[in-house]
């Protein structure tokens, strides 16, 4: 008997799900996990696959785990979301960008965890200088004038 691989958008907004071109499969072939393709979410980043939409199931996807064993069963694995939902400036400072795994949100973590390492991150990246470079040399340098 054959089984089928399914991908879920779970919320995606834009382009398509991928389809397994090698769906069905015999219980104990080797499925290797598809990535996102051009499935898109406002305001989130792809993160990976998991076997229930609220991230309680099965993780699969890169870079843990890219293949599994088929089951006697069939599977749906739905796409799992990086948001910036309710972060201090969309989760942006000047040197990176935040985002926090939206199976998360639920549990009362986040955004609030976030938040507090982007708050502790603009302090860092406000000051932050390269060293070594011809411009911080300049900075130390000083001229002394003989008369």
Do not use: C
Request: hydrophobic share 30%; proline share 7%.
């Amino acid at each position: 008997m054959a089984f089928t691989v399914t991908y879920d958008g779970n919320g995606s907004d834009g382009g398509s799900v991928p389809v397994d071109p090698n769906s069905p499969y015999n219980a104990g072939d080797t499925v290797s996990v598809l990535p996102a393709g051009s499935m898109t979410k406002a305001g989130a980043v792809f993160a990976y696959w998991n076997t229930k939409p609220d991230g309680s199931g099965d993780f699969h996807g890169w870079p843990q785990d890219t293949s599994f064993k088929m089951p006697a069963a069939n599977v749906v694995l739905y796409a799992q979301w990086f948001v910036t939902t309710s972060l201090t400036n969309g989760g942006a400072t000047p040197h990176y960008k935040f985002a926090y795994d939206s199976t998360l949100q639920s549990s009362g973590l986040e955004p609030g965890r976030t938040n507090t390492l982007i708050q502790k991150a603009r302090p860092i990246t406000a000051s932050w200088r390269p060293t070594g470079s011809r411009a911080s040399r300049r900075v130390g340098r000083r001229r002394s004038r003989s008369m």
